[in-house]
């Protein structure tokens, strides 16, 4: 079983940056994809950017340039950078496990992008 806590959300005026964290704790595979997804009110949840175990990177058309995703593996940790974020990124933003013995959601964290 692996456990995820996201941290680093909160309100943000437009053009600024926030930098989310996401600890991945317990029994987890050395192979595996780690993913931020978001969902804002009314909306289906969608991908925004994930890594692989090998640092395989993959970045969402809507963010791309504006958000980056990277990894420190001692602290099986990862991070979502954000930045020029705009109102449109008002979301939660959840950390999503997956590896060979299955998967796990963060419980997520608030991102306001609002004046």
């Known amino acids: 079983q692996v456990q995820l806590v996201e941290s680093g959300g909160g309100l943000v005026q437009p053009g600024g940056s926030l930098r989310l964290s996401c600890a991945a704790s317990?029994?987890?595979?050395?192979?595996?994809?780690m993913t931020w997804y978001r969902q804002a009110p009314g909306k289906q949840r969608e991908l925004v950017a994930s890594?692989?175990?090998?640092?395989?990177?993959n970045i969402a058309d809507s963010v791309k340039g504006r958000f980056a995703i990277s990894r420190d593996n001692a602290k099986n940790t990862i991070f979502l950078e954000m930045n020029s974020l705009k109102p449109e990124d008002t979301a939660v933003y959840y950390c999503?496990?997956?590896?060979?013995?299955?998967?796990?959601w963060g419980q997520g964290t608030q991102v306001t992008v609002s004046s």
């Open positions: 999503y496990l997956r590896d060979p013995m299955g998967d796990s």
């Open positions: 317990g029994s987890i595979n050395s192979i595996h994809i």
């Open positions: 890594i692989t175990s090998g640092g395989g990177i």
